[in-house]
Each structure stands twice: as structure tokens, then as C-alpha cells.
């Protein structure tokens, strides 16, 4: 069975030596009473709760699943009186304002809870986290009326969201929904149509499911620009049930223990979230929320992998080490040390780059200045399909290494790591493909506002090397970060022209683009870790781990950034010739 210690010292040590989380959330007046020890005590808290009640449901969650008979799902074993305990304990509740019942705590407290749910169950953790996501999408676009009637329930945990967009003839391309809403004469709207891919949209957790739809009105512009967002619940507030049906559940490689719905919506009673044709506006804070979760997702599953391997290394004995020990601990062979780092350095890596851009979402939302809310608000813009998509793919690589540590135990159920593998896998495809996100990034955050975004991210790192420590142990960071920086402002600029020119190619290059803007975040937050470290490494081995992991970091992953550049500035090609017509 895994095995899961919260990463509390870690967690420490980004949140109060690389960034000062408490200075930066006392300068927002609503936060200005929250201290470190509050926030280390929630953390504990939550990995204690995710350690001790969830991990133990986590196996039998994938070998049972749930389970679907005549239009209901039985969530896995334990579930249930789980999610029960986590409603009791407040923790649906953490972040949301306090006029909904909520305890009105900083952003960065959900996202370190999302963190440690997501290791100790990715299945749980979708149920569990939903809400927040959803309150965002309600807090921007819906009603009065619809916001007093639904977040205090979302923030009380009663009821569960769920996000249906998806259709059997439109995956990615939502703009072929065909749903239809009509209206009903007194307020509300009766939706038909039929769904696929729904995440938790029929479950035994609450009576009450709280579903988004997209859908059309009559008359309503074709593609994506004709989709409006309703509110449909599953139970009306007479009691009565509405006209939803689930049809069945996917039967998928991972993540058996959330439930996949296809649903059907027959003439189902809904409400209006935001104006008419503005379904995607509304939709989009619960997307980027949804998004940012996925993040948290590959960096939980990372996390349990990776401590997981750590400790059968150290346990398994085989072979010659280079010092003649036979047999020894497989910890001794440099090419296990060198899986390991990799996996270390993908996730604390991961880890700072969530909950920096956490505390971020802070600032956006809280800071007394406008410009500085508008400025960082535009820097997470630009952050979010970087953690969608550069995380959750490194996440993949991370999880086949502990595998690969395990040899051919990791192959077998038994361990428990072939569980995470398939779990992590819908984490670089749900909430929009890698490829996706790259295509949002390099079209829409860096070419079509003129490199603003990116300018803000040149100014984040460039004022830290302009104010960071010196000495000739700093430069071996500092001089290949502003390097890599300097490669992404150069791969931009070629990019752009390549648009000025009228060349679309560019989007061939863009997955490659996310990752080099990737490393380049990456390497911003390991410099700023080693920068951290350093000080105190001499003495204490903790310390001394953290800086030769961010050592290895730069001689052994971020030399990709360079071979990404290359890939960029080639000469453009048509790869459509490739492949013969059908």
C-alpha cells in the first residue's frame, strides 16, 4: 500500500523563505490578521485529514470504481461517510466569503489542500474541490438571486457541482454543442440535449447536484459564440426531481473512483448564468479554476510517486554499488539517484509554481491598488496554461520513473504506483489538451496583446536578478536564467514575425514554446530556491538537498529549453505532406 507523509516542511519553506506568504497576504486588507503559524496549522491539518481518511479508500476507489444501475452511481467504498467528514470539518467552506457561510481564507489555503487531497486520492479530490471552481463561475456572472440561493450551499458542501460541456459530436470544439434551452415563460428555461464526459454529474454523495450546461437559445449565433450557461439541478426546490437522466458511466483506463456521466436533459428546468450568447465568458472562471486544479492534480500524484519510490529505494537491495558494496540499497546506483532527482525536481518544483501562482490569485482578487490587481491578474493569465500544461505532462514523466524505480513490482497492482500512472494520465487531456494550451498561450496570452503578459513575467525575473544575492555560487543560476529568458524573448519575437509575415506554422512550434516559457518559470523558482538554500546549507542536510536539487535542475532538465529553441527557429515546415491522403 502507498504510503503518503504531507510535505509540510517543503511547504514551509516555499511559502516563508522563498515568498513571503504572510507579507504579501497581510498587504490585502481582508487577510491582514493571517499569520505563518495559521497557515502551517491549516496544512497540517489537511494532510493529517488526507493522510489518515482518505489515502486507505484510495486502492479500493480504483478497484471497484463506481458503480451505475438504472440511472443512479454508487460512489466507491467510503466515499460517502468521507465526504461527510469533510463537510463536517469545514473544509468545502475555507475560501468562500463569509455572507455564504464560508470562512473567507486566502486562495493559497485551497490550493494547498487541493495539493494533499489530490496525493492521497486524485478520485476524491474531484469531487471535493468542484465547488470552488464552480463558486467562481457564480460569483462572476450569475444573478443575485442565483447567488444567494446557490453558494451557501456550495460553500456548505450540501450540494456538489458538476460542469457539462462536452457532447458526443463535440469534444474540444465546443462551438458544435447543439443543446438546446428554450424559454419557459417565468424565469427559467428547459433545456434538452445530451451530454458525455461530465465529471461527478450523478453520484450518492448529496441529493442535490448542481449542474452548468451549456446549451443553445433560439435564434443564437452559430459556433461558440452562440452558447449561453444555465444552472440545472438535479432536484427542483419543490423537491421534485428535474428531467435528467444519467445514462451510464465511462468505463476509463484511470481515475475509476470519479464518476464519468453520460447525461440527458429532457426539457430540465434551468436559470440563466450571465447574459445570452456569454456561456463561454461565464464558464471561463471555473475553466481557468478547473485548469489550475489539474496543476495541483499532477503535483499531488508526483508527490505520492515520488515518495513512494524514494522509500523502496532506499528498502530494495540489488546489485553492486560503485563503492563494492554487494548486495546494496538500489539508492546507491547513480542511475536510480538520477530518476530520483528527476522526480524531485519536477515536484518541489511544481509545488512553488502552484501555490506561488496561489498566492498570486490573492493579489489579483484582494490588492488595494488597481494596476497591481489588473497586472497580476494578466501574469496568471499567462501562468495558467504553463501549469496545465507543462506540469501535468512532467508529471507523467515523473510517475514512469517511480515505476521504473520499482521495476517489476511498479508494474504490478500490488504497489499501488501503476494506479498513478493511469490516474495521472486524463491530467494533460481534461480542462484542454497540452496542445490546446499551448495554442491559447502563444496565440492569445503572448501574440495578441503585443507581449504584455510576457512583459510583466521579464519584469517578475528580471527584478529579482537585479536584486538577488551575488557571488560566484549565484551565477551558476542567474547566468543561465537570464539565458533562458533571453532564448524565450528571442523564440517571441520570431514568432511573431512569422505572424507579421503571414506564416501559421508558428502553432506547429507552439507545445514547444509552452515548455521553454515552462522552464523558464521553472528555473526562476529554482534559482529563487538555491538562492533560499544556500545560506544554510552547509549545516543542515535538508538545506544541502534542496540546493543540489536545484543544481540538478539545471544541468540535467533545463538544457531541454535549448533544444526547444532550436526546434522553434528551423526553418518552418509543413508536416501535412507527411501523410498520405485516406
Same mark, same amino acid.
Given at each position: ?424 494520465? =486524463?491530467? &494533460?487531456? /481534461?480542462?484542454?489538451?497540452? !496542445? ?5 498561450? #502563444?496565440?492569445? @496570452?503572448?501574440? $495578441? ?59 506547429? =512550434?507552439? &507545445?514547444? /514554446?509552452?515548455?521553454?516559457? !515552462? ?5 526562476? #523558482?529554482?534559482? @529563487?530556491?538555491? $538562492? ?51
Amino acid at each position: 500500500m502507498l504510503q503518503y507523509r504531507p510535505p509540510l516542511r517543503d511547504l514551509e519553506f516555499i511559502l516563508h523563505e522563498m515568498f513571503d506568504a504572510q507579507g504579501m497576504l497581510n498587504a490585502l486588507p481582508c487577510h491582514a490578521g493571517i499569520d505563518a503559524e495559521t497557515i502551517g496549522q491549516i496544512a497540517a491539518e489537511a494532510g493529517r485529514f488526507a493522510a489518515e481518511e482518505i489515502l486507505p479508500l484510495n486502492a479500493g476507489a480504483d478497484q471497484v470504481g463506481c458503480q451505475w444501475r438504472n440511472g443512479a452511481v454508487t460512489t466507491p467504498p467510503g466515499f460517502a461517510r468521507a465526504y461527510g467528514e469533510f463537510r463536517e470539518l469545514g473544509w468545502p467552506s475555507m475560501c468562500a466569503d463569509a455572507d455564504d457561510g464560508g470562512q473567507a481564507l486566502p486562495r493559497l489555503v485551497f490550493s494547498l489542500v487541493g495539493e494533499m487531497l489530490s496525493t492521497c486520492s486524485h478520485a476524491f479530490a474531484m469531487y471535493a474541490a468542484v465547488n470552488h471552481c464552480a463558486a467562481s463561475c457564480l460569483r462572476h456572472s450569475a444573478s443575485q438571486a442565483l447567488r444567494r440561493q446557490w453558494l451557501p450551499r456550495l460553500a456548505s458542501g450540501q450540494v456538489i457541482a458538476s460542469m457539462c460541456m462536452t457532447e458526443p459530436q463535440a469534444g474540444s470544439d465546443i462551438g458544435l454543442l447543439t443543446t438546446k434551452a428554450e424559454e419557459d415563460g417565468d424565469g427559467a428555461y428547459l433545456i434538452t440535449g445530451a451530454k458525455i464526459f461530465a465529471s461527478g454529474a450523478e453520484h450518492d454523495l448529496t441529493p442535490n447536484i448542481m449542474h452548468l450546461v451549456l446549451a443553445r437559445l433560439p435564434g443564437a449565433p452559430a459556433g461558440s459564440r452562440g452558447l449561453s450557461l444555465f444552472l440545472v439541478p438535479k432536484v427542483l426546490e419543490d423537491g421534485t426531481p428535474n428531467k435528467i437522466t444519467c445514462d451510464g458511466i465511462e468505463h476509463k483506463m484511470g481515475l475509476h473512483g470519479s464518476a464519468t456521466c453520460s447525461m440527458r436533459f429532457e426539457r430540465a428546468r434551468g436559470w440563466l448564468v450571465g447574459e445570452p450568447h456569454q456561456g463561454l465568458r461565464a464558464m471561463f472562471p471555473m475553466m481557468n479554476e478547473a485548469r489550475l486544479l489539474s496543476g495541483l492534480q499532477a503535483l499531488g500524484l508526483s508527490e505520492l510517486a515520488l515518495q513512494n519510490s524514494l522509500e523502496y529505494a532506499r528498502e530494495r537491495l540489488q546489485g553492486r554499488s560503485p563503492a563494492g558494496r554487494q548486495p546494496c540499497p538500489i539508492i546507491q546506483h547513480p542511475d536510480v539517484q538520477r530518476m530520483l532527482l528527476v522526480q524531485k525536481a519536477w515536484t518541489e518544483g511544481a509545488r512553488a509554481f502552484t501555490h506561488w501562482t496561489a498566492l498570486l490569485l490573492d493579489v489579483a482578487q484582494w490588492h488595494p491598488d488597481a494596476q497591481t490587481r489588473s497586472d497580476t491578474a494578466d501574469l496568471i493569465s499567462l501562468l495558467t496554461p504553463l501549469i496545465k500544461g507543462f506540469i501535468t505532462e512532467n508529471a507523467q514523466q515523473s510517475i514512469s520513473l517511480a515505476l521504473q524505480i520499482h521495476g517489476g513490482h511498479g508494474y504490478i497492482v500490488e504497489t499501488g504506483i501503476e494506479q498513478l500512472a493511469r490516474d495521472a494520465r =486524463v491530467t &494533460t487531456i /481534461y480542462e484542454g489538451t497540452t !496542445g490546446i494550451q499551448a495554442q491559447d498561450l #502563444l496565440q492569445r @496570452k503572448v501574440l $495578441a496583446d503585443g507581449g504584455r503578459r510576457l512583459g510583466l513575467l521579464n519584469a517578475e525575473i528580471k527584478g529579482w536578478l537585479s536584486a538577488c544575492p551575488t557571488g560566484p555560487w549565484m551565477r551558476e543560476f542567474s547566468d543561465p536564467l537570464a539565458a533562458a529568458l533571453q532564448d524565450l524573448n528571442a523564440a517571441t519575437a520570431l514568432l511573431d514575425q512569422r505572424k507579421q509575415n503571414g506564416t501559421d506554422l508558428s502553432l506547429a =512550434v507552439s &507545445t514547444h /514554446y509552452l515548455r521553454l516559457m !515552462g522552464h523558464v518559470v521553472l528555473a526562476f #523558482l529554482w534559482a @529563487k530556491a538555491a $538562492a533560499a538554500a544556500a545560506p544554510k546549507a552547509q549545516g543542515d542536510a535538508w538545506f544541502a538537498a534542496k540546493l543540489t536539487t536545484a543544481r540538478f535542475y539545471y544541468s540535467h532538465l533545463l538544457p531541454e529549453s535549448r533544444h526547444l529553441l532550436a526546434v522553434i527557429e528551423a526553418e518552418p515546415l509543413s508536416m501535412e505532406a507527411a501523410f498520405e491522403p485516406a
